[in-house]
């Protein structure tokens, strides 16, 4: 009877990415103490590299903490564009191993590359391929864990740090997992994670067999869930960011955004931008898709038809407005990490009748004008009112 052919999930997470772009374009900052991120008094950290960590300092921490801590650390406004710019190259070369790349942020991927061992080796093989590649293109080191499923991944590529390559296998799943900190378990927040060890659990093993009367104060009915996971379970599959023939725009932003206006101006641009890369090609789209992913990594998708089928900007935003507004209802207070708005089942836009006044899926004069203009001055010539943030 042939065997059952595990899964092959890597987890990719590149080495303090922002920070390490910096310390590779300017070779005064190498070895030094580097905290990318702004220095006004609401500041936060977005980076910082392994040389200012030994002091304490992590991303998303105020600014003015991460000073106290480390007073000579050396700090880089961010260059957005270049670390976006980076990724795009990085998430090809996962592109060259798989077709299956399930993006968490600019800087980190599961890949699923089960179907490509028989043409590529397996998965370890699979896992220096890429890193290498990485290396050589843009000459940063990535973190990778290679184990059967997303769970166990992300917690092997955190376990050498940095440029590690951790193999986790069914046999070894449970000897190397048990000793862990609980700490380590992806999605154990700071707080949950200080009620779990004063409740005497400090490891994932000792999480994985408590007991009912120790977890459902803490947990409650997701007391199963969370002993199935300190348990190395998870059968989520990896979930390609788009599907094929699509158009989508996405953002990850710097801080994680609570705010309703904010969220709702974010996800306006999003729209405005696929909008007008759907017009250049000349096509419309019969169904939009809103993409949420919350600070805790879990990632949404929610789509909704259009009839007719349109590349209108002002329709495609209100049907992506009305996406997350519902979303939002079912989320309330959820703090968002990346938007992304994309449109789909896509067909040639119709030769319109010209002694017609509004065609239906018609672009609208203003969206006709604004791509003129953009064309001519640049894609930041102007911007929509809906895109600036609520002002009342």
Not at 233 to 245: G, M, P
Not at 265 to 294: F, M, N, P, Q, Y
Not at 309 to 323: H, P, Y
Not at 326 to 353: F, K
Request: hydrophobic fraction near 40%.
């Amino acid at each position: 009877m042939p065997q059952t052919q595990h899964r092959a999930i890597l987890h990719v997470d590149m080495d303090a990415f922002y920070a390490s772009i910096e310390q590779r374009d300017d070779p005064s900052l190498k070895g030094q103490p580097v905290i990318v991120g702004g220095t006004s008094g609401r500041g936060v950290v977005a980076a910082a590299s392994y040389e200012v960590r030994k002091f304490g300092v992590h991303s998303a921490m105020p600014m003015g903490r991460a000073l106290r801590l480390c007073p000579h650390a050396i700090c880089v406004k961010p260059r957005m564009q270049v670390y976006k710019d980076v990724s795009r190259q990085i998430f090809a070369i996962f592109r060259e191993f798989t077709p299956t790349v399930e993006g968490l942020s600019l800087d980190e991927a599961f890949l699923d590359v089960t179907g490509s061992q028989q043409l590529m080796g397996d998965a370890v093989t699979i896992a220096r391929g890429i890193k290498s590649r990485i290396a050589a293109t843009t000459r940063l080191t990535a973190s990778v864990g290679v184990a059967p499923n997303k769970l166990i991944a992300k917690i092997a590529s955190d376990l050498n740090k940095p440029d590690g390559l951790t193999v986790i296998t069914p046999d070894t799943l449970r000897a190397t997992l048990d000793p862990l900190s609980v700490r380590r378990l992806p999605g154990l927040g700071r707080k949950t994670g200080e009620r779990v060890e004063q409740a005497g659990i400090r490891t994932l093993g000792e999480l994985r067999v408590a007991s009912d009367e120790v977890l459902w104060p803490i947990f409650g009915r997701y007391t199963p869930r969370v002993r199935s996971r300190a348990a190395g379970i998870d059968d989520r599959v990896v979930a390609a960011d788009w599907e094929e023939k699509s158009i989508s725009a996405e953002d990850t932003f710097f801080v994680d955004i609570a705010d309703p206006a904010r969220l709702q101006s974010e996800l306006a641009g999003l729209a405005d931008r696929t909008c007008t890369r759907l017009r250049s090609k000349g096509l419309v789209a019969s169904r939009v898709t809103v993409k949420i992913r919350r600070q805790d990594f879990t990632t949404y998708t929610r789509q909704r038809r259009l009839s007719p089928a349109t590349n209108d900007t002002r329709t495609i935003s209100g049907l992506a407005r009305e996406i997350l507004l519902e979303w939002m209802a079912g989320n309330p207070g959820a703090r968002i990490r990346l938007l992304g708005v994309g449109v789909s089942q896509l067909s040639d836009a119709e030769q319109l009748d010209l002694f017609r006044a509004s065609a239906p899926g018609a672009a609208s004069p203003l969206d006709t004008t604004l791509d003129a203009i953009r064309r001519k001055f640049g894609a930041r010539a102007l911007t929509r009112a809906g895109r600036l943030p609520d002002r009342k």
